[in-house]
């Protein structure tokens, strides 16, 4: 009788160490594992450009004088060549009419040299030579009038002397000129490309319009 009661009392401590066992909680499962992150590789190195082929600049045309607009006036000035022979300097000027109705002229224009910083030069100018030569320039042809039509153009030729006549006087340059083509007209300027070289002769002579034919 003791010996069952003893298996028993075995029994029952063997169940109840199991139950006690079975209530353990389990240790939580380890995380399965994330994607792993492509491991890249040394990247290729890209081919480099070759190098673009360099254009070269285009020189800049010249501007064509129709292509300037038109002054005020309906006229505009333009260098028309020249000559330097043996220090004796001659030059022409022509007025344009690019305007859309005739132009008259008559006589002589009215002439200022000025500097390169536009401030007018020490000059006598006068008509015809002006005691600078006794050569015959053009510039001693008689005035008379003129229409020009539209396109057409006239021109007018200055004389002048690049002489030092005095050391201690300095030498005198225009590199602009302002005009009256005709009474009452507006004022032209031109920035020349070549100056007027007087010396300190001080002298300028030019001549009257004379037409010709548009270029």
């Known amino acids: 009788m003791i010996a069952k009661r003893w298996v028993r009392g075995l029994v029952g401590g063997v169940i109840a160490v199991g139950a006690l066992a079975g ?4 240790p ?18 890209r081919p480099a450009r070759p190098p673009q082929p360099v254009q070269p600049s285009q020189p800049e045309r010249p501007s064509q004088p129709g292509s300037q607009p038109c002054p ?12 330097a022979a043996m220090g004796l300097r001659l030059a022409s000027l022509a007025l344009v009419n690019c305007g859309t109705e005739p132009y008259v002229l008559e006589g002589y224009p009215e002439l200022r ?8 030069v020490e ?3 006068g008509t015809g030579t002006n005691g600078v030569t006794t050569s015959v320039t053009g510039v001693e042809a008689a005035p008379r009038r003129m229409t020009l039509r539209p396109g057409a153009e006239a021109t007018f030729s200055m004389v002048w002397r690049n002489t030092v006549t005095d050391v201690t006087v300095p030498a005198v340059e ?5 005009a009256v083509p005709r ?6 300027r031109l920035r020349l490309t070549q100056p007027i070289d007087l010396g300190n002769t001080g002298r300028l002579g030019y ?3 004379i037409e010709r034919d548009a270029r």
């Open 123 to 125: 000059v006598s100018a």
């Open 72 to 83: 005020e006036g309906g006229v505009r000035l333009r260098e028309a060549g020249g000559d």
């Open 174 to 178: 225009g590199w602009e000129i302002e």
């Open 183 to 188: 009474p009452g007209a507006p004022r032209l």
């Open 207 to 209: 001549g009257p319009w």
């Open 28 to 45: 939580p499962p380890e995380a399965a594992p994330g994607p792993t992150a492509p491991v890249r590789g040394p990247s290729a190195s």
């Open 23 to 26: 209530c353990e909680v389990p």
């Open 113 to 120: 040299v000025l500097d390169r910083q536009g401030a007018p």
